[in-house]
């Protein structure tokens, strides 16, 4: 009885620093050269990018690195290396919760289109934190926040065409 | 610093970042107005019996809300309605339940006053007597030039909607412990419990609430000063809550359109814990009861229900997380503060 209680006890605590660490960092994996585990210090030493954004009146300035520069690191083509299959890419971004969106990584690459897509990690200048999660992507081009994917913790490459 | 500070002769006291609520042209914001539009608010006058006024069903205490199903009027008359709290009503785009097309205070401030299916104060009839009675009265005999210092006929409807409509405009919550810990850098300012509601509110996969309720205002469509005419439109759902029959079907009754049978505006959950009973009909009790409503999807099947709504799994904490969230919106400051009080006490 006891060692079936301390088991449960062990998995809940693993459980609870799984999640904490699912927060923590952010995983870039998938059919990447290179693939990451992120944590805000890796993004404080890359190329540093702000968006603002305005909510119901309300401004936010959003801080972190564009998602193009975080591909770039894990080996994704970009630029003139994005051509014949790999246009048949795309980046499946994951929220905690399981929440899913996608982007094709033409739509990423700034040799592409002048689109605006950043990993944050602050807010206003603060750490992000509670519904935001510690990552979030800020797309302030799209009309709905809908793929301003809060509390996002992984980062998958697929290419449909080997 | 605050934000809005004195913009329009009126200080709006609100904390950085939020925006100012808009001001029509023809009713610009003064304290004298507003402290007028107060006096009128509780004034037992502005009812056929004498006995009601508009903080009779908006009570301060209760969020401006009246803590019933369906508001009682001044002839015992019951609203198919619940109240609807009074709180950032500056910022909603349309006022009531269900009517787009009554986007002004000044103009919905007649519909209580007048308005004879139901009756709510019931003047309508009693005009002149009603406005001989305001000339009467000592306080207004000050209160009245000050609000309205250009005008020669002071005693007048309009400038009574005026005011009203100017002290609803002013009565703003923005102080909960949810923006302490969300906007004001306090870690500490809500539990435990309600940061894991915050979560499973904002969680698509989960609660999903904000898809409705988003935003600072935790609301639907939304008005502020420079605000647009797509940020102002829509927000009116069918959320499963009832059959939808006559007086109770939503837009229909103003389009009858069958599409819009059941669509209802999306009000703020600002101050939500203190202003049960829920919905348009005051038929869920208690927050844990709204919350097992949409876990479920919305309980009554109809054609017209939003397809945001979808089945949910909560355990028991889960809720208690959740009402524990909705808790922290309570901005206990409004629901005390003197200058949204009864002046006549």
Known sequence: ?162 | MTAGLCAGGFDWNLPPGFPRPPIPADNPMSAAKVDLGRFLFYDKRMSVSGQESCGSCHRQELAFTDGRAHAEGATGQLHPRSALSLVNVAYAPSLTWANPRLTSLEEQMLVPMLGEDPVELGLKGHESEFLKSLRAGPAYQKLFPQAFPDEHDLYTLSNVAKAIAAFERSIVSVRSPYDRYRWGGDSSAISDAAKRGEIIFSSSERGGCFQCHGGWNFSGAIRFAGSSADQQRGGFFNTGVSAYTAPNRGLFELTHKPEDIGKFRVPTLRNIAVTAPYMHDGSLRTLEEVIDHYAAGGRMDDPNKTRILHPFRLTDSDRRDLVEFLKSLTDEQLLHDPRWSDPWR
Not at chain 1, 60 to 88: D, N
């Open chain 1, 1 to 162: 009885m006891y060692t079936r209680r301390f088991l449960a006890l062990g998995l809940l605590a693993a459980a609870v620093v799984w999640a904490q660490d699912a927060q923590l960092s952010i995983q870039v994996s998938g059919d990447v050269k290179q693939p990451l585990t992120l944590t805000a210090d890796d993004l404080a030493k890359m190329p540093r990018a702000m968006v603002r954004t305005m909510n119901n009146g309300m401004e936010t300035v959003y801080e972190g690195v564009w998602l193009h520069e975080v591909l770039k690191r894990a080996g994704v083509p970009q630029g003139s290396e994005l051509r014949g299959k790999a246009l048949a890419g795309y980046l499946l971004a994951e929220a905690q919760d399981g929440y899913q969106v996608v982007f094709s990584l033409a739509e990423l690459d700034p040799a592409f289109i002048d689109n605006e897509i950043l990993l944050a990690d602050t807010a206003n200048g603060k750490p992000l934190f509670g519904a935001q999660g510690r990552f979030r992507l800020v797309v302030p081009k799209d009309k709905p926040g809908a793929r301003s994917v809060r509390m996002l913790t992984r980062i998958d490459v697929v290419q449909l065409r080997k």
